[in-house]
Structures are given as structure tokens and as C-alpha cells.
């Protein structure tokens, strides 16, 4: 039995109360949270297992991301300043053709060690269309916890190369999930990922909704509305704005995770409301391939759920969830005024509201007792920080000051992945090296 006996300065619970408790310890069992509370001196000294007091650092729920391309890491700053449709043809559809294992293996192993040292310990991923096996092997190895799926693509009138025929799509993807889903301890999840609207059959689209009945717990994850050239082609092909033509064809739920959501009608928010749909918001993507800007505060006042992503590298061009927080409230402000999105409203999204949207908040999003003890340490207390140690002012801290050299410690179920703001996983030289070797690899096949 693994006994851990974590004493931080503060705890982020996160809980419904949402408290903030000073001078408590936790304790985790087997990488679940067995208890919170107070412990004297004797009960420490006598505790039957690990202690570890970390008194100068305050611990919060891993934050969860709700929309990642693992695959695309490797094309990080290969891909500036173009808008979505060009972005894909003229780059991201050529590069993720090219991929092998090898160099989609490097490309994962980057993308997670960038996104554990920067706390996020859960993430819902879109991969590529080729070797998907390989992205889930390198989650399993690294003890994220993720829910991912191979990128359906049947239809591809951008980069014709890059597709696959209907038959092959739906039977490769019922293979994959087969494999791969509710593995790794529960940690590991199928999420199917139809690309989007333009690259998919409509037959495609509706099979794969039929299919998730097989797997109890799996997501629908795609695409949706993120720019206006694409409402345009949709429009064209199916006489429908994007997300009335999900719904037409039966597509949406609250199992059903849509990246971006920016250009919605008041019918479509309507149709999001009563399907019960999760949006996951990309803001620094969003704003970097001038996709526009989705009206978030619209969406939570109508009790839509929203959650946030970093979407892939090659669009923002990290993936870091201090960004897209920080992001996410500060380019609502000039819109909607300077009280909306508030800092805390902000965490909540990349922690609870990321894991009720994955159909996870029994599990983590929060520092509670039953939970897994998916938790980060985070020194709040550097001369770049709020000299305040008010409780009020942490969400602050978090949100407007913090950044991933904040980030200490980081476990996923009991188990550490990062410590003293080093990976347990990886050679980061090494890491940096085969991604280099790799991509020049690949530059060699585009």
C-alpha cells in the first residue's frame, strides 16, 4: 500500500464550497485522497508512510485541457501568421502527412513533457490520421491521464493526399478503441475525433456517433465554427451553419466536445443549451490564426459548459494553460467589461468545468476526499508574485501573475511525474534532440 502524508502551505480545493484550508494536511492512499484535515505533531511523526512537508508551496487540482494536438508539437513556429484554411493546406495537412512513428512519437513525447511541467495533468487529444497506436503508447507510458482518438479524415478537398476512405476510418478508429480504451487503470479513454465538418463524410460523422455506444464513457470530439471561411464552405455543402447541421444529423450531447464554438448563431446557442454541449475554448489560438472571438460570457450565462484548451503548438504556440486562463479572461474585458471573467471563474474552467465536460468531475477537477490525487504544487510566494498572503488574492496569483515556472511538483494519481520542477520522465536534452533528427526527417518526405 502507497501512503503519502502531503502538507502544503495552502490548499486550492476547488470543492462546492470552494475553500481555500490553510495549515492542513492531505493524505493519499493507493493515489486516491483518503483525507484532509488537521494533524498534530504525534500524528505526523507516526504517519505509516511518506511525508512530505512542502509548507512554502500551495497545492491546487491538475488542470485539465480539453482540446490538444499532440501530433502537431513538432511544427511549433512553423506555421505563424496564416488564417485556418491556409494554415491547414498549406502546412499542417503536408506536415502531418508526412509523420512515421518515430517522428509522431517524438512529436507526443514533447508535447506531454511541455504540458506536465506545466501542471496540466489531464487532456482530451485529437491525434492525426496515421499511427495513432503510437500517441496512446506514449501516454500509457508517460501516466497522464487523457482521453484520445485518431483523427478521422475521409474527405480532404484541401490536401487530397491526406485522407482515407469511410469503410477504412470506421473500422480502424472501432479497432483502436477497442484497444486503447479504459486502459491504463482507467486513465486512459477513447475520445472519437472526426476532424471537422469539411473533412468528413456526413455518413462518417453520424457512423462514429453510432459507434460510441460500444464504449461506455467515450467522447465525441471535433471541430466546430472556428472560423468564418469555414461557416462559408459548410454552408455551401450542407445548407447549414455548422453546429444546426451536428444537431440535424443527431451528432450532439453532453457527451459531445466541440473546440472553438466562436461563430454561433442564436439558434445554435440555443441547440447547445438543450443538447447540453461542451465548448472548449482555445483563446490564444483563436487569436493567433484571427479566427475571432467566442462569446464565453454569453455562453456560461446561459449555463452552457466551457472549459479551455491550448489547441497545438503550431497555432498558439505552447501549450500552456497559464496562457490560455490568462487569455480567456482578458480579451472578454473590452467586449463585455472589466468585471466579467473573473479570475477564479477562469481556474474553475481549467480545472472542474474541464473535467465535468470529460465526464470526469466524480474523479478529479477538484482536492476532495474520494478523489484521485491528480495534484500540482505551485510556488506562489517569488518577488514576481502579490505580497499578499490574503486568501481572496490566490485565484489572482494564479490567473494574472503565475506561469509554468510556478510549477513545483506535479502527480497524477498518487504519482509523481515532475519534482522540483524537473520531469521524471524525460532527458529533456535528449527530448530535444530526437525532435530535432526527427523533423529534418520529415522535412525530407513533405
Not at 50 to 55: A, D, F, H, Q, R
Not at 301 to 328: Q, Y
Amino acid at each position: 500500500m502507497q501512503k503519502i502524508l502531503l502538507i502544503p502551505k495552502q490548499i486550492v480545493t476547488v470543492n462546492k464550497k470552494d475553500e481555500i484550508l490553510l495549515n492542513e494536511c492531505i493524505e493519499v492512499t493507493n493515489g486516491v485522497i483518503t483525507n484532509i484535515g488537521k494533524y498534530s505533531e504525534d500524528d505526523i511523526s507516526n504517519f505509516n508512510g511518506e511525508v512530505l512537508k512542502k509548507t512554502d508551496l500551495t497545492l491546487i487540482p491538475g488542470f485539465v485541457q480539453t482540446h490538444i494536438h499532440l501530433c502537431q508539437t513538432l511544427f511549433r513556429g512553423l506555421a505563424d501568421d496564416l488564417e485556418l484554411l491556409d494554415w491547414l493546406q498549406l502546412k499542417i495537412f503536408p506536415f502531418e502527412n508526412a509523420h512515421n512513428k518515430e517522428s509522431l512519437r517524438a512529436s507526443v513525447r514533447l508535447g506531454i513533457n511541455e504540458l506536465l511541467l506545466g501542471g496540466t495533468t489531464t487532456i482530451l487529444d485529437m491525434g492525426t490520421l496515421r499511427h495513432q497506436e503510437i500517441i496512446f503508447e506514449e501516454l500509457i507510458k508517460s501516466g497522464m491521464r487523457c482521453f484520445a482518438g485518431k483523427c478521422m479524415i475521409d474527405v480532404n478537398e484541401l490536401f487530397p493526399t491526406f485522407k482515407s476512405n469511410t469503410k477504412d476510418e470506421l473500422k480502424d478508429t472501432y479497432e483502436l478503441a477497442k484497444s486503447f480504451h479504459n486502459k491504463n487503470n482507467g486513465k486512459v479513454n477513447y475520445g472519437f475525433a472526426p476532424r471537422f465538418a469539411l473533412s468528413c463524410s456526413e455518413e462518417l460523422l453520424i457512423e462514429t456517433g453510432k459507434m460510441m455506444s460500444d464504449f461506455d464513457g467515450s467522447l465525441y470530439h471535433t471541430h466546430a465554427s472556428e472560423n468564418k471561411k469555414e461557416i462559408e464552405e459548410i454552408r455551401k455543402k450542407y445548407k447549414k451553419d455548422n453546429i444546426d447541421f451536428y444537431n440535424s444529423i443527431g451528432l450532439l450531447s453532453d457527451k459531445t466536445i466541440l473546440a472553438h464554438g466562436i461563430h454561433v448563431n442564436e439558434n445554435e446557442i440555443g441547440i447547445l443549451k438543450k443538447q447540453k454541449v461542451n465548448i472548449s475554448h482555445c483563446p490564444s489560438s483563436n487569436l493567433k490564426l484571427g479566427s475571432g472571438i467566442a462569446n464565453i460570457p454569453r455562453y456560461l450565462k446561459e449555463g452552457i459548459s466551457v472549459s479551455l484548451g491550448a489547441d497545438g503548438a503550431p497555432c498558439n504556440n505552447e501549450l500552456n494553460i497559464f496562457t490560455e486562463m490568462r487569455s480567456a479572461t482578458l480579451i472578454q474585458k473590452p467586449i463585455h467589461g472589466a468585471s466579467v471573467m473573473g479570475a477564479k471563474t477562469v481556474f474553475k474552467l481549467a480545472t472542474i468545468n474541464g473535467a465535468k465536460a470529460l465526464g470526469l468531475e466524480k474523479e478529479i477537477g477538484s482536492i476532495e476526499v474520494g478523489k484521485k490525487a491528480d495534484l500540482v504544487l505551485m510556488d506562489l510566494d517569488t518577488p514576481f508574485m502579490s505580497v499578499t498572503n490574503d486568501e481572496n488574492n490566490i485565484y489572482s496569483k494564479i490567473v494574472y501573475s503565475a506561469g509554468r515556472n510556478n510549477i513545483d511538483s506535479v502527480m497524477v494519481e498518487g504519482e509523481w511525474l515532475v519534482e522540483n520542477k524537473k520531469s521524471l520522465l524525460y532527458d529533456q536534452k535528449q527530448l530535444r534532440f530526437d525532435g530535432e533528427e526527427e523533423f529534418k526527417k520529415l522535412l525530407s518526405r513533405v
